[in-house]
């Protein structure tokens, strides 16, 4: 079940990428707000970086948390931290302090990279966390000065106010310096190469650690055995849309991308326009969206005006796309959504075979490097193929834990037939020849816009209001986004004033904004077991059936 036919000294995130800068010199890398990065000028900037890093007291296994939107910098910065032997931590550029100070507590960091822009959320937890440096970039940083300024002459570029010190410094200060030149000793197998952040059971999010051959291991699979010789090796274009702080957008990154010598065209925001104008310009070839993009291009009263025949390979992650859009796309374009599926703790796990037409609410086959199994929820016990169960993933390749968390693990991460499991909170049916079809997700995620939101961290949020006594969080089916998010909510008896406006600014104060509820009912009471626990499944299912008699 697992591909072991790559040498374990090229499992390092970044050694594909030096041999395609020494392959492709002068092939475009990253072309970014119509500036091209070629290969070896990215790798030489990355190197800096890592240089500087060094500079700054950086060492083998140290964590840096980096909290900017897509851009260059992001790659640069992705690149030379692993190069220092350093471990990343990727969040959303649009978390608040109180997701924020959590996150860097937890996964120690020392130092982060933000932009000005969200640089007043870094500054609040100055003083309350173990941050010793800030590194501040913007998004036109490293482009011509011509550019950065036109963009700020017509307001086109989103600017923040920094003071900068010996504690807070710029990006190109970092760059500044001699690239690192001794090979930092890092193995592949027990050295982390990142962790990344996923929505919690108990409130709070989790650390997944993840080491360099864990995440290579899938990265290999997709570039070797999904896109096999479709993928044409320093000639072909994919264009970057999804978030890089995604396990799913930072996998596909450079499994088609930069391990490939081929241009990733990088879309700082998914503007469906500028999206569409980027693949006729540039002749993208393979494409990566969430359902949500995929209605939005199809509603765009102006996609008819661009030229997006160059398009061969589309895939769809983060949720199940409706039949009705897959059917739609195939009419409009002749072309096939292929599905990819996966988690934050076990990377990439399932896609469709190329050339294939998927079967109805398939995510895919697992690759090589992951072994699935459907069970029974309560007794472990493997279902017959076709009926029902969740799905637990394992590779040989990936960590079983997550960081300083070990209530969590043990949730979690379980031993069936003596191989520990991940499970997924999905529930699937697997068919003879193994493509899987999903059934149903835990009640405790939900889907939004593509991303997977902690039910329970949001109900931890509004249980921290004086007023409120519990609240359930449920996804409420919505064609656009996928799930709504709504809140029930009981307040206590003596509270006067208190609607579901003040609520939904509660959470705005301490969540991203994908996570706010979009409304809120009020209940005087909730549905729990015998034992006290939320029967959220319940409510969930409660509120389906109103939907279904309307």
Known sequence: MVNSDIPIEEELSFSKFDIMSERYPDNTAVLYLGEHFTYKRLRQLSECFAGGLKQLGIKKGDKILLYIPNCIQWVIAYLGIQKAGAVLVPVSPIYTSHELEYMINNSEAKI????????????????????????????????????????????????????????????????????????????????????????????????VPGNHIGATSYINNVTHDVAKDHLKEGSDVYIGINPLFHIMALGFFMAIGLNKGNMVVLMPVPN??????????????????VPALYRMILENDRVQQYDLSSLAYCFCGGDVLPDKVITRFKQEYDLTIYQVYGSTEVGHVTYSKIGTSPSSRSIGYPLKSRECIVVDPNTLECVEPGENGELLVTSTYTLKEYHNRPEETKNVYIEVDGKIY????????????????????????IKHKGYRVSASEIEAVLQDHSTVINACVIGIPDEKVGERIKAIVVLKEDARGVGGVELIKWCRESLASYKVPSYIEFRDMLPKSKVGKLLRREVRDDERRKIEKK
Do not use: H
């Open 112 to 207: 982060i990279i933000c932009m000005d822009t969200n640089f007043g959320y870094v500054k609040e937890t100055f003083d309350k966390t173990c941050i010793e440096k800030a590194i501040v970039t913007n998004l036109v940083e490293l482009l011509p000065i011509w550019k950065r300024t036109v963009g700020f002459l017509f307001d086109k570029v989103p600017k923040g106010k920094v003071k900068f010190d010996d504690q807070v410094i710029g990006f190109k200060s970092v760059l500044n310096n001699p690239p690192i030149k001794a090979d930092i000793n890092i193995d592949p197998v027990k050295d982390l190469s990142y962790i990344l952040y996923t929505g919690g059971t108990t409130g709070r999010p989790k650390g």
């Open 272 to 289: 469906v326009d500028a999206i569409l104008e980027s693949i006729q310009q540039y002749r993208v070839r393979w494409f990566l969206g």
């Open 422 to 445: 991940c499970r997924m909170g999905d529930f699937v049916s697997m068919k003879p020849d193994g493509e899987l079809i999903y059934m149903e997700r835990s009640a405790d995620i």
